[in-house]
Structure formats: structure tokens, C-alpha cells
């Protein structure tokens, strides 16, 4: 079935430094593509989509490119702020319904 | 900025018990969703509701789940008969039929003991 991996975390960054969390997926056809980001506290946030190949997905900085021969959906951020401290999921959306499959979440904390 | 809301945060119960967890939507979406995540493991879907009826569910959701819209505005998760491994943050979510894009509630925190 349709499935999600992300890299491990916790990851630690120091403000200012680069930021890639990694994401790959399996999946029949080519699905869209979602970051989520869950603040302490918070439910989750939509932080940005890609629909089909080679699609980039921006907001707020963070950006991810949607690579279909590679099947990858990397994150990345140039310059990561503390205010970014958060899990970050990796999703794909499935089905005649909608559902979304996620990865497993990446603990991203960012020290000042 | 119109969001997902649910109640209560925090819900402990005892095995055996009966539990509903409340969402309420935004108001003009019209397809619902259930995910939970038990700690330290993924997101995942348990069903999905449209038109006030299941339109998908997970292997997950057994028939000692049930989920409901009694109203205009909420859209409820009852779990009959509580077990451990229940314990777990489970999500709401809902979005309009013209794009996929769901917005998730702050998530309701159940202890099963």
C-alpha cells in the first residue's frame, strides 16, 4: 500500500543554519504531496503542497520540490529561526476520499 | 481565521468506558475526518465521512467505533467499550469539495487506564 518515510529525528539546528528533512514515498500513480507542521500545543498546519512532478511547494521560507524519479519530498530552509522549533510531517493524499498518509513526524529544534 | 476546534483536550477514562470526542468543522467544509496518533508512532487515518455517511475507514476503526454529525455543526468519535491501546491524540480534520487541503483541529489527548 501507499506509504511515507521520513528521516529520523530529533534534529537540532543552531538559528540560521540549513535545514533538510527528508522525505520519500510509495504510491501507485503520482499523489499530491503536503508538509504538515504541528506547533507545541497545536493541531496541524497545512505549510505547503505539490500536486504533481516537479511542482515546488513554498511558504514561509520552507520549500519542497516534488521529485517523482526519485519519489522524494524533501524540506528545506535556507535559514531556520527558533520560532520553527516543531514536528514537521510528510503526507501524501490518497484515495477517492482524500485521506492523507503520513510519515511518522521529524522533531525539528532550532537553538538560538 | 476560521479553525477546527475539539473538545475536550484531555479525556481520561477507564477501560471499558464509553468515550465521544467532539469536533467541530469549519462551517462551510463538507467532507470530515478522524486520525489519531498514538504516542511516538505515525499519523493515522481511521475514517472518513461525507454527506452523513462513512465514506472510507480504516482496518482500525472495528466496530467499536462510531462517528456521527447530530447536528450542523459538530462531528463526534465514540468509542464503546474503551481498551489500552486506545490511548493515543486523535485528530480532526475537514475541508470544502473544490481542494484537498484539510485543516486539522488541536487534537484531543485520550488516557485509557
Known amino acids: 500500500g501507499d506509504s511515507v518515510t521520513q528521516m529520523e529525528g530529533p534534529v537540532t539546528l543552531s538559528e540560521e543554519a540549513f535545514l533538510t528533512i527528508n522525505c520519500t514515498y510509495t504510491?501507485?500513480?503520482?499523489?499530491?504531496l503536503f508538509w504538515y507542521v504541528q506547533y507545541p500545543g497545536e493541531g496541524l498546519q497545512l505549510l505547503l503542497k505539490?500536486?504533481?512532478?516537479?511542482d515546488k511547494g513554498s511558504n514561509k521560507g520552507f520549500e519542497a520540490t516534488y521529485r517523482k524519479e526519485t519519489t522524494s519530498f524533501h524540506l528545506e530552509k535556507g535559514s531556520v529561526q527558533v520560532s520553527d522549533s516543531a514536528v514537521y510531517f510528510c503526507?501524501?493524499?490518497?484515495?477517492?476520499?482524500?485521506?492523507?498518509?503520513f510519515g511518522q513526524g521529524t522533531t525539528l529544534q532550532v537553538k538560538p | 481565521e476560521p479553525e477546527v476546534t475539539q473538545t475536550p483536550s484531555h479525556q481520561v477514562t477507564q477501560m471499558g468506558q464509553e468515550v465521544i470526542l467532539r469536533c467541530v468543522p469549519i462551517?462551510?467544509?463538507?467532507?470530515f475526518y478522524w486520525y489519531r496518533q498514538i504516542l511516538g508512532q505515525k499519523v493515522e487515518f481511521l475514517v472518513s465521512?461525507?454527506?452523513?455517511?462513512?465514506?472510507?475507514k480504516s482496518e482500525i476503526f472495528d466496530d467499536q467505533f462510531s462517528v456521527e454529525r447530530p447536528d450542523g455543526s459538530n462531528f463526534t468519535l465514540k468509542i464503546r467499550s474503551t481498551k489500552l491501546e486506545d490511548s493515543a491524540m486523535y485528530f480532526c480534520?475537514?475541508?470544502?469539495?473544490?481542494?484537498?487541503?484539510?485543516?486539522f483541529g488541536p487534537g484531543t489527548r485520550l488516557t485509557v487506564t
Open positions: 462551517s462551510n467544509h463538507l467532507y
Open positions: 465521512f461525507y454527506n452523513n455517511e462513512i465514506s472510507e
Open positions: 504510491a501507485t500513480g503520482y499523489p499530491s
Open positions: 503526507a501524501l493524499l490518497t484515495g477517492n476520499t482524500g485521506k492523507l498518509i
Open positions: 505539490a500536486t504533481k512532478a516537479d
Open positions: 480534520a475537514s475541508r470544502v469539495a473544490t481542494t484537498y487541503e484539510q485543516y
